[in-house]
């Protein structure tokens, strides 16, 4: 996998080479830790990018391990759905999975030694004078009521929150810091929470749960991870990380670093924003080709190779910027440019009837798969004297500077004869439904526009989704309301052929319809009567936006 080989230069290659230099026996030791409550999308592949690129660079691990700190919103089956789009970006993690869930009974006795040391205590202040009690970025904050309860008194009141005598948002354990830090984390941040919820590991054994901040650093320390990656919005969040492990007994101190998120152009990159579009049916599912997630841009035709491409230009840097969609786009299009099988589809088709043929005639003509690469064959197609092209290769009362087929006009068919056109026939609503042309060979050196088209005998109905950016903001994750800018054109569907030769080849997938762009069959569709492709990206940048 060579394209995960980072340069040595990011800012985190110079703190692990400096790492290396004061503990020349020890491993590198990363992890990636997914929260289960959505699928992964472009964001977390930058993140697994690094986790994993860096381990396999410096001969470390990597572990996967879900936070599943959070029993109300995390499921089984983001779970399945998580570790089946790692293993598809190409990236194995270290041993068996891992899950903080495992780690609750040491977190709790951690819990205790914070309470026994004075460190932490049990507040019965409402979650709404919590808030208040906390102060702003302007304002340090006031001590709870509760702050000086005496070791004792802390330590029934948690042993009773974790027996379950206390109600839901009435009581919660807090570390105790400093309410004037200028750092708001670390203004006595909540360790421990009232969730009488099922978990989906743990079932009904617990009904306290720890908070991420707490779980997340003890979880780090006891897999003995020696760099703990994350984005930049938990930079404050590093002081509490290190006041953690600092007040209790853990042998491994790992170190937190912190690197710059991963922003898109025209989508948005938060799980809760996907939710919103998925509940309001903007999509049915996580998978919509339309999406950032994994799963939508591998049904897209988006291939591992091309994700980690991106991410690996992308970089390590502290900079917070917005990516443009091309930079994406560009990676999957050059590694299709060299890939693809060659094949001329007709999105939307208009007949064309060739009078200077007889009827019966059949000409088979034999064409190159990829025409720089000859390694990948040949194959046949049909030239007779019915033939489809797209509608828009054709105007009757052609725009200045139209230079494809009109009236009394001549073009090049794409590995074929010249054509003529002479005259076209309307239906009843005034639609052109055939064009009658002659055809010649070519003579001369003048020069034609070249069109594609597909002879009738070759056709296989199928439909074709076009895909335009979801949104009609680059921003959509900075507006108030996310549904009212959304592309009403960002999906299109199109009803046409395909060359027969496509499904001779069935393990071929992607294809380049020239002149069009890049597609993908829709494997599900594969042995019904119309077959779906999905238009992975155009041809070249803007082609049809
Ligand atoms: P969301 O806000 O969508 O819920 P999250 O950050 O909570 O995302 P997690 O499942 O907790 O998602 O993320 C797992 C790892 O991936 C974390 O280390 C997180 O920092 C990283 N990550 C998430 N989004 C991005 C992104 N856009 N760019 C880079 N890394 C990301
Ligand atoms: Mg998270």
Redo the contacts with the bound molecule.
Sequence with gaps: MQNLKNKNTSFIHKIIENFFKKNKKKTLHTR????P??YLHI??A??LCINFGLAQQYHGKCNLRF?DTNPNIQHNKYITKIKKDILWLGFKWNKKTKYSSTYFNKIYKYAIELIKKNLAYVDKLKKHEIRSYRGTLTKPGTNSPYRNQTIEENLLLFKNMMLGNFSEGTVCLRAKINMQSPCIIMRDPILYRIKFVKHNKTKKKWCIYPTYDFAHCISDAIENITHSL??LEFQDNQKLYNWILKNITIINHPKQYEYS??NLEYCT????KIKILITNNIIKKWDDPRLPTIAGLRKRGYTASSIRNFCHKLGITKQNNLIQMSSLESCIRKELNITTYRTMSILEPIKIVICNMYHKFQEKINVLNHPKNSQLGTQNIIFSNILYIEKTDFQEKPKKKYYRLTLGKTIKLKYSYILTAHSIKKNHNNKITKIFCTFHKVQNNKKYSIIHWISIQDTIPAEFRIYNYLFTTKTPSTKKNLLSHINPESKIKKFGFINKNIIKNLEIYRYQFERIGYFITDKKTYNKKKIIFHQIVTLKENWNK
């Design positions: 990636f830790p997914p929260d409550n959505g964001g977390h930058k993140s936070d994350c984005t998120r991963l990159l938060s799980k809760r």
